[in-house]
């Protein structure tokens, strides 16, 4: 009876266990460890990223481990601008109890532009809007949801990015309020920095040296303008945040927003869901 027991509760807590992923927090990112296959398993450490489309690969490390029979090139948005980047397709990449077949990827220089912070693997939003995922920030693990989701919290509705015709795919676009007046913002969970819209100024800042990085240029010190407990109002909710002043049409948010809060991404219903403590 008690072998019994024991081999009933080891099925149900494995079957409750089937795709999850480990949620790892490092210098303020969320990673998780998956599996891409090119004639091998290749464990690889990857970043959790809303602002990026699609995956995107260092190619350092394509070149030591990813058998491709060509690198094709097309023009992609960065910044509200157009640039030639190159793609390739993963044979496959397990994550969160599923193998995603023929992942379309980015490959571009992470460990020449962002060094010491460069992941090797980036996780876009083309995986990501695949299932309603909980990033549970107590348990360490990201776990998919089903579609009758029914956890609680502060849900925040973000717009159609069809509904702009120079933001990335699938990007998450936010409409915020600061004094009164809206703007866009977009969440990008791989951002170092909350950025405001192009031209928005305040009379208060700090002048601050700051490490800073893009697909675009490489990690260096800068000198930039910060304004402090900037309060920014989504879905009603006032956030108070740290803002660097931003060259972009669209202002950026980051984890910052979280506040340390579990989260569920369902971009099905285009919402975030903010998670009590």
């Known amino acids: 009876m008690k072998l019994l027991f024991f081999l009933l509760f080891f099925i149900c807590y494995s079957v409750a266990s089937v795709g999850q992923s480990s949620l790892i927090e490092k210098d303020g990112f969320l990673y998780t460890n998956t599996i891409l296959y090119s004639e091998k398993d290749i464990p690889v450490l990857s970043l959790i990223d809303t602002g990026c489309s699609l995956c995107v690969i260092d190619s350092t490390f394509v070149s030591k481990n990813i058998v ?14 157009n640039y030639k980047v190159s793609f390739c ?9 599923k ?34 995922l909980k990033f549970d920030r107590y348990t360490k ?18 717009k159609d990015w069809k509904s702009f015709g120079d933001i990335p795919y699938e990007s998450i676009v936010f409409e915020c309020e600061i004094d009164k007046e809206k703007y866009n913002f977009i969440f990008d969970s791989g951002s170092k920095k909350n950025k405001l819209p192009r031209g928005i100024q305040f009379a208060d800042y700090e002048l601050v ?3 800073s990085a893009n697909l675009l240029h ?29 060259q972009n049409k ?21 919402k975030l869901i903010v998670l009590p403590y």
């Open 218 to 246: 490489s990690l260096s010190i800068q000198e930039q303008r910060v304004y402090k407990n900037t309060c920014v109002k989504i879905a009603g909710r006032s956030n108070c945040l740290d803002f660097y002043e931003g």
């Open 141 to 158: 693990k990201i776990e998919p949801l089903n579609v009758k989701c029914k956890e609680k919290g502060d849900v925040y509705k973000w």
């Open 68 to 81: 491709i029979n060509s690198l094709d090139s097309n023009y992609v948005l960065i910044n509200s601008n």
């Open 89 to 97: 397709v993963i044979d496959s990449l397990f994550f969160c109890g």
């Open 99 to 132: 193998k995603y077949q023929n992942v379309k990827c980015f490959v571009a220089d992470l460990k020449g532009k962002y060094r010491r912070y460069a992941p090797e693997f980036i996780i876009g939003a083309e995986i990501l809007k695949d299932r309603i």
């Open 250 to 270: 669209y202002g950026q948010l980051n984890l910052d927003l979280l506040n340390g809060h579990s989260f569920v991404l369902n971009y099905s219903e285009k």
């Open 209 to 211: 040296k700051v490490e």
